[in-house]
């Protein structure tokens, strides 16, 4: 390691160590008691849950899923790739998906699935496409369609879930009809079938529940229960003959009030007095599936697909506020991912006002798998916490992610606009160190004695326990943690990464210098306020890096590297800044001559 990299780790370093706030006046310093067990609780982790939708699928971030989904995607055309926004803009019908994609496929059909495809095959990610259900597609590109346009009009096209005659690679554009089997069948010919190539999973449409609101020129009035069975079972059937190993998501609910009552459907009330076992719509559609599943011999529904928006409100009152500054509100904040798991914590809003009767919301929709349907797995294809521009993101992505592998889900898929440090965050699992290497893919036992301050998640790749990858958050507003980790047998080394507030990146912190120390099967981790720490825990020694620092050329004393001049002019005092980086350079060649 030349002397210039030294410098550069020794500079991000302290810009971890001295991150966000310092230690409280007081110099208060909380503790956590982290325990990890390799030998207990053992989980395959999907790394489908490490995704994003498609609006950030051609960012820097190494996503392992990505799904083409959102309400842009009702009244997608994909012979002529017209698209319709509906409440979101102006019920405007335009070229919005070919803007948007590269000119190789800009003027095909589905261009916006093979555009999927294409970035899915150089991320090693799983492809999830959205199919139309809702009754009818955008006919052009010409902007906004008037009430008085409304479907059946000229401004829309039909669609057809199953076309009832032969195929063609070449869609008729002036027959006023679209054909969701025919698209499918298009994919399959073009990329390949799902195991080989092509299109891994499809999306029975997105958010069937709001269509009356989002697409109310398309399908103003309320979806039935028994419209989305139909139209579900119909459509899965049709995939399933074309490509038998393409996995099917539905129902892609928006939200709580669609797991309930499936937004207060027309028919729901008398579907529930005929069936007193169906708790709440989840039981109604994964039952349905299930006797349509027994009627023809073919799995209809692979993953129980849901979305999931906290409705927790911040402590000043608000749903999603932005008081990052405010301790109140982002303690809410950085709590509101326990609604996915925890029966103990009660989020502040209005599902809870109302008697949260399925929170936590993942057992909840484990237990009416089991009970309906099982085997299907779960999906959470929406979601966001948000805090894109804040440290507070990351650690509530980061937090998520653990979460999701903990309860077995099998897909995730952040949507957002802006989502830098959430993108860190998926970074943090996925790819920490650049190279691609990132947590492990088999979850174990680790316990956090106070989640509210931290939560922690350990992994080690198959049954090799050689090798751990430990997740650490501090949620700690003000105050630095001390997190005492506690490993059942003996590891020689430790590497740390983390995200802090200086930048919405994954940090390289090298060895961890003073913030981390391993003593055998015990480490000491010495964490900033809201930060997120990723251990590399190894039972094999570091390679020596003697011969590289005996070819290193010297420099020149007076030139110094631009880390060296950010870390010596920070706001902290030329002399406590002058012995941290001091400090930290010791250590770190001190562990060089060691090694």
């Given at each position: 390691?030349?002397?210039?990299?030294t410098?550069?780790?020794?500079?991000?370093?302290?810009?971890f160590l001295?991150?966000?706030?310092?230690?409280?006046?007081?110099?208060?310093?909380?503790?956590?008691?982290?325990?990890?067990?390799?030998?207990?609780?053992?989980?395959?982790?999907?790394?489908?849950?490490y995704?994003?939708?498609?609006?950030?699928?051609?960012?820097?971030?190494?996503?392992?899923?990505?799904?083409?989904?959102?309400?842009?995607?009702?009244?997608y055309?994909?012979?002529?790739?017209?698209?319709?926004?509906?409440?979101?803009?102006?019920?405007?019908?335009?070229?919005?998906?070919?803007?948007?994609?590269?000119e190789?496929?800009?003027?095909?059909?589905?261009?916006?699935?093979?555009?999927?495809?294409?970035?899915?095959?150089?991320?090693?990610?799983y492809?999830?496409?959205?199919l139309?259900?809702?009754?009818?597609?955008?006919?052009?590109?010409?902007?906004?369609?008037?009430?008085?346009e409304?479907?059946?009009?000229?401004?829309?096209?039909?669609?057809?879930?199953?076309?009832?005659?032969?195929?063609?690679?070449?869609?008729?554009?002036?027959?006023?009809?679209?054909?969701?089997?025919?698209?499918?069948?298009?994919?399959?010919?073009?990329?390949?079938?799902?195991?080989?190539?092509?299109?891994?999973?499809?999306?029975?449409?997105?958010?069937?529940?709001l269509?009356?609101?989002?697409?109310?020129?398309?399908?103003?009035?309320k979806?039935?229960?028994?419209?989305?069975?139909?139209?579900?079972?119909?459509?899965?059937?049709a995939?399933?003959?074309?490509?038998?190993?393409?996995?099917?998501?539905?129902?892609?609910l928006?939200?709580?009030y669609?797991?309930?009552?499936?937004?207060?459907?027309?028919d729901?009330r008398?579907?529930?007095?005929?069936?007193?076992?169906?708790?709440?719509?989840?039981d109604?559609?994964?039952?349905?599936?299930?006797?349509?599943?027994?009627?023809?011999?073919t799995?209809?529904?692979?993953?129980?697909?849901?979305?999931?928006?906290?409705?927790?409100?911040?402590?000043?009152?608000?749903?999603?506020c932005?008081h990052?500054?405010?301790?109140?509100c982002?303690?809410?904040?950085?709590?509101?991912?326990?609604s996915?798991?925890?029966?103990?914590?009660?989020?502040?809003?209005?599902?809870?006002?109302?008697?949260?009767?399925?929170?936590?919301?993942?057992?909840?929709?484990?237990?009416?798998?089991?009970?309906?349907?099982?085997?299907?797995?779960i999906?959470?294809t929406?979601?966001?916490?948000?805090?894109?521009?804040?440290?507070?993101?990351?650690?509530?992505?980061?937090?998520?992610?653990?979460?999701?592998?903990?309860?077995?889900?099998?897909?995730?898929?952040?949507?957002?606009?802006?989502?830098?440090?959430?993108?860190?965050?998926?970074?943090?699992?996925?790819n920490?160190?650049?190279?691609?290497?990132?947590?492990?893919d088999?979850?174990?036992?680790?316990?956090?004695?106070?989640?509210?301050?931290?939560?922690?998640?350990?992994s080690?790749?198959?049954?090799?326990?050689?090798?751990?990858?430990?997740?650490?958050?501090?949620?700690?507003?003000?105050?630095?943690?001390?997190?005492?980790?506690?490993?059942?047998?003996?590891?020689?080394?430790?590497?740390?990464?983390?995200i802090?507030?200086?930048?919405?990146k994954?940090?390289?912190?090298?060895?961890?210098?003073?913030?981390?120390?391993?003593?055998?099967?015990?480490?000491?981790?010495?964490?900033?306020?809201?930060?997120?720490?990723?251990?590399?825990?190894?039972?094999?020694?570091?390679?020596?890096?003697?011969?590289?620092?005996?070819?290193?050329?010297d420099?020149?004393?007076?030139?110094?590297?631009?880390?060296?001049?950010?870390?010596?002019?920070?706001?902290?005092?030329?002399?406590?800044?002058?012995?941290?980086?001091?400090?930290?350079?010791?250590?770190?060649?001190?562990?060089?001559k060691?090694?």
């Amino acid at each position: 390691m030349s002397l210039r990299k030294t410098a550069a780790a020794a500079a991000a370093l302290f810009a971890f160590l001295c991150c966000a706030a310092p230690v409280n006046a007081e110099g208060n310093m909380r503790t956590v008691n982290i325990t990890v067990d390799t030998s207990k609780d053992r989980k395959q982790i999907s790394p489908y849950i490490y995704g994003t939708n498609a609006g950030l699928m051609n960012s820097d971030t190494l996503m392992r899923s990505v799904r083409a989904g959102g309400n842009r995607y009702t009244a997608y055309n994909w012979e002529n790739n017209a698209s319709n926004a509906g409440s979101d803009w102006k019920n405007s019908s335009d070229g919005y998906f070919p803007q948007r994609v590269s000119e190789e496929v800009r003027d095909k059909p589905g261009c916006v699935a093979l555009e999927l495809a294409d970035v899915c095959a150089r991320k090693d990610a799983y492809s999830l496409m959205t199919l139309q259900l809702a009754g009818y597609a955008a006919a052009d590109m010409k902007g906004s369609v008037k009430e008085n346009e409304a479907a059946p009009s000229g401004r829309w096209n039909k669609i057809e879930l199953v076309k009832g005659s032969d195929f063609t690679l070449t869609p008729d554009l002036n027959d006023g009809t679209v054909y969701m089997d025919e698209f499918v069948n298009y994919l399959v010919q073009t990329l390949g079938d799902s195991q080989n190539g092509g299109i891994r999973g499809y999306s029975l449409d997105n958010e069937p529940a709001l269509w009356s609101g989002t697409h109310s020129l398309v399908h103003p009035e309320k979806v039935t229960c028994a419209e989305i069975i139909e139209k579900s079972v119909t459509m899965s059937k049709a995939v399933k003959a074309i490509d038998p190993g393409a996995e099917i998501f539905g129902p892609a609910l928006f939200g709580y009030y669609a797991f309930l009552n499936f937004s207060d459907a027309p028919d729901w009330r008398d579907i529930r007095k005929g069936n007193k076992q169906y708790k709440w719509f989840i039981d109604y559609y994964l039952d349905e599936m299930k006797k349509a599943e027994d009627e023809c011999g073919t799995r209809l529904l692979d993953v129980l697909d849901v979305h999931f928006y906290t409705e927790a409100k911040g402590a000043c009152g608000e749903r999603y506020c932005a008081h990052y500054d405010d301790p109140a509100c982002v303690y809410n904040k950085l709590n509101a991912t326990r609604s996915l798991w925890d029966d103990t914590y009660k989020e502040d809003s209005w599902i809870t006002d109302t008697g949260a009767k399925f929170l936590p919301i993942l057992p909840a929709l484990k237990k009416s798998v089991d009970n309906f349907y099982p085997g299907t797995k779960i999906a959470v294809t929406e979601y966001d916490f948000q805090g894109s521009g804040d440290v507070t993101g990351a650690i509530m992505e980061a937090d998520a992610l653990g979460i999701f592998a903990q309860n077995e889900v099998y897909c995730a898929n952040l949507f957002a606009g802006e989502a830098q440090y959430q993108l860190a965050a998926i970074d943090l699992y996925t790819n920490f160190d650049g190279s691609g290497n990132g947590f492990g893919d088999t979850l174990v036992s680790c316990v956090s004695d106070d989640i509210e301050t931290s939560t922690a998640y350990a992994s080690i790749y198959g049954s090799d326990t050689d090798t751990i990858t430990l997740v650490v958050t501090n949620k700690a507003f003000g105050e630095k943690t001390t997190a005492d980790i506690r490993l059942d047998s003996e590891y020689s080394s430790v590497r740390l990464y983390g995200i802090n507030s200086t930048e919405a990146k994954v940090l390289d912190l090298a060895d961890g210098g003073s913030a981390v120390k391993l003593n055998g099967d015990s480490i000491t981790l010495e964490m900033e306020p809201r930060t997120v720490s990723l251990l590399v825990i190894s039972k094999e020694d570091p390679v020596s890096v003697q011969n590289e620092i005996e070819e290193t050329p010297d420099i020149p004393e007076e030139k110094t590297t631009e880390g060296n001049s950010i870390a010596l002019t920070l706001t902290i005092g030329i002399a406590a800044a002058a012995i941290i980086c001091a400090g930290v350079l010791f250590v770190v060649l001190r562990n060089r001559k060691n090694k």
